[in-house]
């Protein structure tokens, strides 16, 4: 309980790293109601996430937030192009997980973020800019650095329980990784969070060469991009081609009405997928792609392809490495 009389009720922004998941012990341990946010869609791999909420025993809310991260990579500027939008990034999360603060009947907002941990976005500016823009400076609280942080009117009210708020900060974790061996959930998910695929350096280039051709506007391209190996062949056209059985069926299953899909017969191999934009030279050399990565023998690999209008079968010679490495993104 708390001075309201009752028991407070928190949504807590959760990723599966360390600090989210210590700021959700914490605030459990104190009796506060959790109800975590977890942002799904092209630009995370979020399965950690989900594994340690429900180690911790916390309900998820998951919002898709593949657009939204899109258009604040179509807006961010020319200079900044190769780096993730994060302080962008986290103002939208933010002023959702006020939204749903509304929805819910919640009292506050709280994150895992560490003052110094990870700058700029979490320098003292960095923290404060993202949550004056998000429309929810009163409700949102860092549990972990509080005591180094301006209090917000929540604090002051009374509805944080005091308990919670610690002053940690910098760039180690010895003081988390006791905190959390304490209270049981050093071993609930992986040391740093991996959720954000913008800060892969590789995965980043796929979506700049996507936007420099093809634009961030559509979820299908947005959604191949973390599965297969990426080949572009012309301004217009890009291969994908699945790496393990796995990638195969997810590229073969979201394939568009009009795409060609690539299949090699009589050996294990990969399914590939090309716009129906691709001409007789995209699909031959993207046939060529797709039979280097079988187990075929022969000097020849039959590669089966799939369009709207029919299906047949081409006699192609494998590329060699120099190709592969000229196309690849």
């Known amino acids: 309980m708390n001075s309201t009389g009752r028991r407070p009720k928190a949504i807590v922004l959760f990723s599966g790293g360390l600090d989210s998941r210590l700021t959700a012990a914490l605030l459990k341990r104190s009796g506060v109601e959790l109800q975590g946010l977890l942002f799904s869609g092209a630009f995370f791999d979020n399965a950690a996430a989900r594994k340690s909420a429900a180690d911790i025993g916390m309900p998820l809310t998951v919002l898709e937030f593949t657009s939204t991260l899109a258009r604040l990579l179509t807006d961010n500027g020319t200079a900044e192009r190769t780096s993730p939008p994060c302080t962008a990034c986290r103002t939208a999360m933010l002023a ?29 500016e960095g923290l404060a800019r993202s949550a004056a823009r998000s429309g929810f400076a009163d409700f949102i609280v860092r549990p972990l650095s509080a005591k180094r942080l301006p209090a917000p009117p929540v604090i002051h009210r009374g509805i944080v329980p005091p308990e919670c708020l610690l002053d940690l900060g910098g760039r180690g974790w010895k003081t988390q990784l006791r905190l959390a061996a304490s209270l049981g959930v050093l071993h609930a998910g992986p040391l740093r969070s991996t959720d954000c ?22 979820v299908h391209n947005l959604e191949l991009l973390h599965v297969g190996r990426h080949f572009r062949l012309s301004p217009h056209v890009k291969l994908v081609v699945g790496r393990n059985a796995e ?34 030279t995209d699909l031959d050399l993207a046939a060529r792609i797709c039979a280097r990565y079988t187990n075929h023998g022969g000097d020849k690999v039959c590669v089966r392809v799939r369009s709207p209008r029919n299906t047949r079968t081409i006699s192609v010679t494998p590329a060699d490495s120099a190709v592969l490495e000229k196309y690849r993104i």
Do not use: K, W
């Open 247 to 280: 990638e195969n069926a997810f590229i073969e299953g979201n394939a568009q009405l009009y795409d060609l899909l690539l299949r090699v017969e009589n050996s294990p191999g990969p399914t590939g997928t090309l716009p129906y934009l691709a001409t007789p």
């Open 197 to 218: 695929r913008l800060r892969n350096d590789h995965f980043m280039r796929r979506v700049m060469d996507l936007a420099d051709h093809d634009g961030l506007g559509g």
């Open 96 to 124: 959702a997980a006020g939204r749903l603060m509304r929805e819910e009947g919640c009292d506050f907002i709280a994150t895992g973020e560490v003052l110094g941990q990870r700058l700029p976005v979490q320098s003292a």
